[in-house]
């Protein structure tokens, strides 16, 4: 069975920095595109990711809104990708979720939620002084 499991969410500051993981279990990260989404307290989840990854990590993207601050990687050996969040803002808070897609030898990056299969639970990000 496909699972991903988010994690290293918590409460930072203004300016400070979070590395989020998205970790598989039952299935190799190394044939599935993975996007990072997120939901903000009172809207609705964005069908937008704040970043994406192709399979063979060709590819990636990124929101406007986070260019220059995430950055998104991945560690096959490790089953794991990972989205580093620097320089955060308040109004980076968030629930943030990580989807998977079959995506075998592929380059292609995608970057809107109905793409996705698997999706985790989240894992909150609250950027407050």
């Known amino acids: 069975q496909v699972h991903v499991v988010e994690s290293g969410g918590g409460l930072v500051q203004p300016g400070g920095s979070l590395r989020l993981s998205c970790a598989a279990s039952?299935?190799?990260?190394?044939?599935?595109?993975i996007g990072w989404f997120r939901q903000a307290p009172g809207k609705e989840r964005e069908r937008e990711g704040v970043?994406?990854?192709?399979?063979?990590?060709?590819?990636?993207y990124y929101a406007d809104s986070v260019k220059g601050r995430f950055t998104i990687s991945r560690d096959n050996a490790k089953n794991t990708v990972y989205l580093q969040l620097n320089s955060l803002k308040a109004e980076d808070t968030a629930v943030y979720y990580c989807?998977?897609?079959?995506?075998?030898?592929?380059?292609?990056?995608?970057?809107?939620?109905?793409?996705?299969?698997?999706w985790g639970q989240g894992t909150q990000v609250t950027v407050s002084s």
């Open positions: 989807a998977a897609r079959l995506s075998v030898f592929s380059s292609s990056v995608y970057s809107t939620s109905n793409a996705y299969n698997y």
């Open positions: 970043s994406c990854i192709s399979t063979n990590d060709i590819s990636t």
């Open positions: 039952g299935f190799s990260l190394d044939y599935y595109a």
